[in-house]
């Protein structure tokens, strides 16, 4: 009899390819071929309890998806810069308690705040350095939260054949697209909440910027995030969709909690 190259979960996993979760704002759940990886994952209410007092409140608009102490097989969390909804000491405890061995990706000008934060010694990475954990390879790209900083990073993640690239918080600058266009990116997860200073927080691609972004590095899908978490920091994806639609991008928009399964 002549066996398979591939059969039955092997071949599942080549057919369906990563299966992706949205757990609200910036944050992912990746999952190919039984590693899971976490990116930027805020599961808490800290921020809405910190500024509950203050001048600038931080209103939920989406419910929790999940408590982290409940996901208890996970490989690899990641964080692309030292903010509360990317870095957040009461998601990553539990999640740690959960998961003895989980290992965290970060970029090294942030290596002191991770100690603090989550307890453990990250791996660290800087713009164009790269590291494999678990299994998964991640390449650090530089990102601008609207400046240019060692503290700021997005992340192409490679999951066997498949690259995904999470932004983190950035907005476009020169250089960018000629560090992704090489990585021939499958799936894009880009910030499409803007900016303005009357926020008084750092911003994000607009709707149509990240839209642009996507086209010229040539992603062949592209999602959006950090949005529909907090009331006075959202937009709606309209601008993003509208725009992708007249460059002719892919775009998947994904509710909280959602599955996405790619396929090429």
């Known amino acids: 009899m002549i066996a398979c190259a591939k059969k039955d979960d092997e071949l599942l996993a080549d057919i369906c390819g990563?299966?992706?979760?949205?757990?609200?704002?910036?944050?992912?759940?990746?999952h190919f071929?039984?590693?899971?990886v976490l990116l930027d994952p805020y599961l808490?209410?800290?921020l809405t309890k910190k500024y509950a007092a203050s001048d600038k409140p931080h209103v939920r608009m989406t419910e929790l998806?999940?408590?982290?102490?409940?996901?208890?097989?996970?490989?690899?969390?990641?964080?692309?810069?030292?903010?509360?909804?990317h870095l957040d000491p009461e998601t990553l405890r539990p999640l740690f308690a959960a998961n003895p061995d989980l290992k965290i990706v970060a970029p090294a000008a942030n290596r002191d705040v991770v100690r603090e934060r989550a307890g453990v010694e990250p791996?660290?990475?800087?713009?164009?350095?790269?590291?494999?954990?678990?299994?998964?390879?991640?390449?650090?790209?530089?990102?601008?939260?609207?400046?240019?900083?060692?503290?700021?990073?997005g992340y192409v993640v490679e999951f066997g054949p498949y690259r995904i690239y999470h932004s983190?918080?950035?907005v476009p600058y020169d250089g960018l697209i000629e560090r992704l266009r090489p990585f021939k990116v499958d799936v894009a997860l880009l910030p499409i909440n803007g900016r303005g200073p009357e926020r008084r927080v750092a911003g994000n691609f607009t709707g149509a910027e990240a839209a642009r972004l996507a086209h010229e590095m040539g992603a062949r899908v592209a999602i959006p995030m950090h949005y529909d978490m907090f009331t006075f920091n959202t937009a709606p994806p309209d601008e993003f969709v509208n725009e992708a639609a007249k460059?002719?991008?892919?775009?998947?928009?994904?509710?909280?909690?959602?599955?996405?399964?790619?396929?090429r």
């Open 44 to 46: 808490s209410d800290s």
């Open 65 to 85: 998806a999940v408590d982290p102490a409940r996901l208890e097989f996970i490989d690899v969390v990641s964080s692309s810069h030292g903010h509360t909804d």
């Open 18 to 30: 990563p299966h992706l979760w949205w757990l609200g704002q910036s944050g992912f759940l990746l």
């Open 123 to 153: 791996i660290v990475l800087e713009d164009q350095t790269s590291a494999e954990v678990a299994g998964v390879v991640f390449h650090g790209i530089a990102a601008a939260h609207e400046e240019l900083s060692p503290a700021y990073l």
């Open 33 to 36: 071929r039984k590693r899971y």
């Open 168 to 170: 983190g918080d950035c």
């Open 247 to 263: 460059l002719g991008v892919r775009v998947h928009v994904m509710r909280c909690g959602e599955r996405f399964t790619y396929v």
